[in-house]
């Protein structure tokens, strides 16, 4: 894997606040109001605590991983990569694709 230097730059440090699960997409919410989106190949249950705070973005091909600091783990598998991630800040601007 490798590190996804553009995403980790703009959401690390930041504390999750909700986690959304429909069918294969998942989308997490920060505390700060922005919104991760992903669009993965299988339903995958996400167990990482509020409060987790994103330390770093792992992606290679469909491989996605996100590294919260308190050691747990988010493994998912893209549907299409390069086309199944997108953030939104609190604002809605999408602020990163890929």
Do not use: C
């Amino acid at each position: 894997m490798k590190l996804n230097g553009k995403l980790t730059a703009l959401l690390a440090g930041r504390a999750l606040n909700t986690v959304e699960e429909l069918n294969t997409t998942v989308t997490m919410s920060w505390r700060d109001g922005s919104r991760l989106k992903v669009m993965a190949q299988s339903e995958v249950p996400i167990t990482v605590p509020t409060g987790a705070a994103l330390m770093q973005i792992y992606e290679d091909g469909p491989g996605f991983e996100l590294w919260f600091d308190r050691g747990e783990k988010v493994v998912l598998h893209l549907v299409n990569p390069g086309g199944s991630v997108s953030l939104r800040n609190p604002e809605g601007e999408v602020i990163y694709l890929g």
